[in-house]
């Protein structure tokens, strides 16, 4: 009696015969076909103090470059602690309020349109 149950092959064509690309080796990581390659992703940083900031992050790197004899520990450290105060809620208060004129109820700059009728 022959089998009637559906053969394997007949749900389409197989994945496994698909061409893969040559294995060049554990260096191929470092080295590209024309030598050595940057580490990732990292490819185009931006040092401290050479063009103007874009971001808190390149504010907070700014500040620190002018800091000197800062070990590379404690220069990360100080890093991380900035970046922290800059999420604080706290802190962004104390900036807004401060950013406010002397004799103003509203912040230098920014208009204020609650309540202004549409």
Request: net charge positive; charged share 25%; proline share 13%.
């Amino acid at each position: 009696m022959p089998d009637t149950r559906k053969a394997h092959y007949t749900m389409g064509p197989s994945i496994l015969n698909v061409p893969t690309p040559p294995y060049n080796g554990p260096g191929a990581s470092l080295y590209g076909p024309r030598g050595p390659q940057r580490a990732a992703p990292d490819y185009g940083a931006r040092k401290p103090l050479s063009t103007e900031p874009e971001s808190i992050e390149h504010h907070v790197q700014d500040a620190i470059a002018r800091v000197q004899g800062l070990s590379p520990r404690q220069r990360l450290a100080l890093r991380n602690e900035l970046m922290r105060m800059t999420r604080d809620v706290g802190f962004i208060r104390c900036i807004h309020e401060q950013s406010r004129g002397p004799h103003s109820d509203q912040a230098a700059g920014i208009p204020a349109d609650e309540g202004r009728p549409l």
